[in-house]
């Protein structure tokens, strides 16, 4: 996204203060927020945000996210078309993760795929090989 900021956190305009204190940020001033298709439970991908990207999800619709390599806030879709349309957003009992429920349209992951979790499954100890 263009509207980059040097720094998360205190952006304006601000984050509701009744939501602001529930959550448990890292020291970043981030919350890792997994984001599910909302109708199929599937899991998209994981994003960070920080207080004006939560502001900027609950408030424009389109799923806002704080990106820790470029440092600056980017929509999801925004150069790629492949656009979230933001149904539910939750906190979990902990305050220290988001979970944003989202309509996606195109793939969720950078790679093309539909869902960045689809790259490798890890054997687990005494399954059988997939």
Known sequence: ??????????????????????LRRNDQGLVPAVVQQHDTGEVLMLGWMDDAALHRTLTTGRGTYWSRSR???????????HTQRVVE???????????????????ACHTGHRTCFDAALLPLAGSAPA
């Open 71 to 81: 440092q600056e806030y980017w929509v999801k879709g925004e150069t790629s078309g």
């Open 1 to 22: 996204m263009s509207s980059s900021s040097p720094t998360p956190s205190g952006s304006t305009p601000a984050l509701d203060p009744a939501v602001a204190s529930r």
């Open 89 to 107: 957003v939750r906190l979990d009992c902990d305050g220290d993760t988001l979970l944003v429920k989202v309509d996606q349209h195109g793939p």
